[in-house]
């Protein structure tokens, strides 16, 4: 049995959803329900309720499932020890950011990693938080950094930076004078947001719900930097890490505008697999991120 039918498999027991998983697995439906079916064809028994909305498994798929996911995970932490051990052979680590951690904020730490270790290669890549949650998960990260992490029985995830998030809007926009703003202000205001399902749009949103704030949406973007395009042409105002503001800051081109009400922090993290057979270089590497040398 292929692994990746039965990883297929346990992402539709926890999604509940044949398009989800498709998208997940960036294949059709069918192939989804394909998939299921020859399995279920295989054991001779019905693993899914299809009647119900959203999907159930049936008590033969609740076994299955738990066995899938023992497999996956398994499997996943066999391909984690082997990258492991060529990372440490070949002196490499694999760190995967969000771009706006990966630009602004880890270069400094790479920096003060590198004195220390020079003949080590760490390679950054860039990826969406799903992504690098994925990787890290697969063994093919060591080290994974994302904005507002969430916590995963099978990772280890440790703070980060809090980044200060301040209103930044284009130097030509009226509010571009104020030292300070109260959020409620921005109720009038066109907002420049991520799109559903970034990390971030989530802990903005609960900001905006804790000071009961509705905004007009003007534009959303799935990336801080095509958000900070639409910032700098006027199109409407954001709220941004300054830490990911600093060129346009030098530049002229955006406004970083405190808070009134409180100092308003998003939260990042590193992620790194559990039981993962970790080399004393990538773990020297862990410990600078998290400021313990």
């Given at each position: ?37 020859q399995?279920?064809i295989?054991?001779?028994c ?18 299955f ?17 082997m ?25 400094e ?25 994925e990787?890290?998960?697969a063994?093919?990260?060591?080290i ?5 992490p ?8 440790y ?22 703003i109260?959020i ?15 990390p ?7 900001i ?10 003007a ?13 700098e ?10 830490t990911?503001l ?27 697999r ?20």
């Open positions: 049995m292929h692994i990746e039918t039965l990883r297929m498999f346990c992402d539709l027991a926890t999604l509940r959803s044949f398009s989800k998983t498709a998208d997940k697995h960036m294949v059709s439906q069918s192939a989804v329900s394909q998939q299921v079916a399995l279920e295989e054991h001779k019905q693993l899914l309720n299809r009647q119900k909305r959203p999907l159930e498994l049936t008590a033969a798929g609740e076994l499932y738990r066995a899938a996911r023992d497999m996956v995970d398994r499997y996943d932490q066999l391909n984690s020890e990258n492991s051990l060529k990372s440490a052979a070949h002196s490499r680590i694999n760190v995967g950011a969000i771009y706006s951690i990966g630009m602004h904020s880890l270069p730490y790479i920096k003060r990693f590198m004195v220390k270790r020079p003949s080590v290669n760490v390679h950054v890549a860039y990826f969406i938080s799903e992504k690098i949650y990787l890290v998960l063994g093919e990260l060591d994974g950094l994302v904005a507002v969430r916590r995963d029985k099978r990772l280890e995830v703070e980060f930076e809090d980044e200060p998030l301040v209103l930044a809007c284009s130097a030509k926009h009226p509010l571009a004078k104020q030292s300070q109260d409620h202000k921005l109720q009038l205001e066109r907002f420049i947001g991520f799109e559903e399902g970034v971030t749009r989530d802990w903005i949103d609960g905006f719900q804790r000071y009961n704030v509705v905004i007009m949406p534009m959303e973007f799935d990336n801080i930097e095509t958000v900070k395009r639409a910032v042409i006027n199109s409407g105002v954001s709220i941004l890490p300054r990911a600093s060129q346009e800051l030098a530049a002229g081109t955006i406004k970083a505008i405190e808070f009134s009400n409180e100092r308003f922090v998003r939260p990042t993290g590193i992620l790194v559990k039981d993962r057979v970790i080399s004393q270089e990538t773990r020297y590497l862990i410990e600078l991120l998290r400021g313990k040398s």
